[in-house]
């Protein structure tokens, strides 16, 4: 399923909200009405907090199946409250969620993670774990959206960047903006196997681009 919502008037949903196929991290102040789209179009468990005392959850979590990698800075009782298998990350890139963009089958991060953290990131994930960038932009998750399925990233992505995500992530890819020609197609969608919610402004020919790229027919 495909939906599009803004939250509070912002298109950019992506950064209040982070999924795989089973679980919906959201924002505290995402109104009830806004959660109920969310979790009918991605089919997952929604769970409603702050991670580091902050509402950009969607920027600070990077998740699939296998585990959930969080800023450095998240909370005790916020690792409680989303349950199993949060991890936080001990590095100085903190905005997870724009630095690693993953599937149940692999992870494209900033390339500036060193060894050690990739070696925690492959760890949580479970995945094969590899730097890249997107269109020369390093903060690989704010521009793309990964799922079991397939992918969408940014509209300047090279042939050579296209070809390590679909390697890295086993999944067809398309570029795409959203959001009437937003690049950064990461902050303006949340996605999984069951569905994708994408920002209001979204047009009709973006729609059909990320249902293709995501695979929801």
């Known amino acids: 399923m495909l939906r599009r919502l803004e939250v509070a008037g912002n298109p ?29 179009a991605l089919e997952a468990t929604p769970v409603v907090t702050h991670v580091a005392h902050s509402t950009v959850v969607g920027s600070l979590i990077a998740m699939n ?93 090279r042939p050579a960047e296209m070809d390590l995500l679909k390697s890295a992530l086993r999944v067809p890819v398309m570029i795409t903006t959203a959001n009437y020609g937003a690049a950064q197609v990461g902050a303006c969608i949340v996605a999984n196997s069951h569905g994708a919610v994408v920002g209001a402004r979204t047009t009709p020919i973006e729609l059909g681009r990320i249902e293709e790229g995501l695979g929801l027919f």
């Open 65 to 157: 199946s296998k585990g959930i990698l969080a800023s450095p800075f998240i909370e005790e009782d916020e690792i409680e409250r989303i349950g199993d298998g949060v991890y936080p990350l001990p590095h100085r890139l903190s905005a997870v969620g724009n630095n690693v963009l993953c599937n149940d089958q692999g992870a494209v991060v900033h390339p500036g993670y060193d060894d050690e953290a990739m070696d925690v990131i492959q760890e949580v994930l479970g995945v094969p774990v590899v730097r890249g960038t997107i269109a020369g932009i390093r903060t690989v998750g704010a521009v793309a959206v990964a799922t079991n399925k397939g992918a969408v990233c940014h509209p300047h992505a």
């Open 12 to 40: 950019y949903v992506g950064v209040f909200c982070a999924a795989n196929d089973e679980r919906l991290i959201i924002a505290s102040d995402v109104p009830k009405s806004a959660i109920r789209h969310l979790e009918g």
